[in-house]
Nanobody, 121 residues
Framework: QVQLVESGGGLVQAGGSLRLSCAASGMILSINDMGWYRQAPGKERELVAS???????NYADSVKGRFTISRDNAKNTVHLQMNSLTPEDTAVYYC???????????????WGQGTQVTVSS
């Protein structure tokens, strides 16, 4: 089986920073895109940032210039550095990875359990 385990969420004041991390483990042959999504109460889950295996990044307009996504392919990890946080960033943040497992024909998406980020004003 495959597991994505997130860490680094918490409570921070507006203007502060947090760093989220996600580690993928299990029978993984290769990982394609990795990313972070978030879901605020009453809202749909949205893409925050993504990164390809080659390091190409994509960001939601709302976080450009404040958040930075990075990954370590050797360790199957992805990180999200979040700076200048605002109360509007409050949400549950989910790690996502599109990966290929050993002995399985097609790649598919896997999700972490989510980590709460709360930004107080």
């Amino acid at each position: 089986q495959v597991q994505l385990v997130e860490s680094g969420g918490g409570l921070v004041q507006a203007g502060g920073s947090l760093r989220l991390s996600c580690a993928a483990s299990g029978m993984i042959l290769s990982i394609n895109d990795m990313g972070w999504y978030r879901q605020a109460p009453g809202k749909e889950r949205e893409l925050v940032a993504s990164i390809t295996s080659g390091g190409r990044t994509n960001y939601a307009d709302s976080v450009k210039g404040r958040f930075t996504i990075s990954r370590d392919n050797a360790k199957n990890t992805v990180h999200l550095q979040m700076n200048s946080l605002t109360p509007e960033d409050t949400a549950v943040y989910y790690c996502n990875a599109n990966l290929q497992r050993y002995f399985v024909i097609s790649a598919k998406d896997y999700w972490g359990q989510g980590t709460q980020v709360t930004v107080s004003s």
